[in-house]
């Protein structure tokens, strides 16, 4: 992902409102106009619902570890 990508990214969940699920995170991504990797990294994320924007950077990485594995 690139550094542009990140920095979207963070400044997308940093301004979602929580609690939020997967499908709210996909939707409000695409209408912001996130890149395709963000994305896909959100579409990847297990379906259920992120009280804040740690809970989906948490579970972001575990999903990075397990592909990682």
Not at 28 to 37: K, Q
Not at 42 to 51: G, I, S, T, Y
């Amino acid at each position: 992902m690139m550094s542009a990508s990140v920095s979207g990214l963070d400044r997308f969940l940093a301004e979602m409102e929580y609690p939020a699920t997967t499908d709210d995170l996909v939707r409000e991504a695409a209408r912001d106009g996130l890149s395709e990797d963000v994305l896909a990294a959100l579409v990847a994320l297990p379906a259920e619902r992120f009280d804040s924007s740690f809970d989906v950077r948490r579970a972001m990485s575990a999903r990075r570890e397990l592909i990682a594995a």
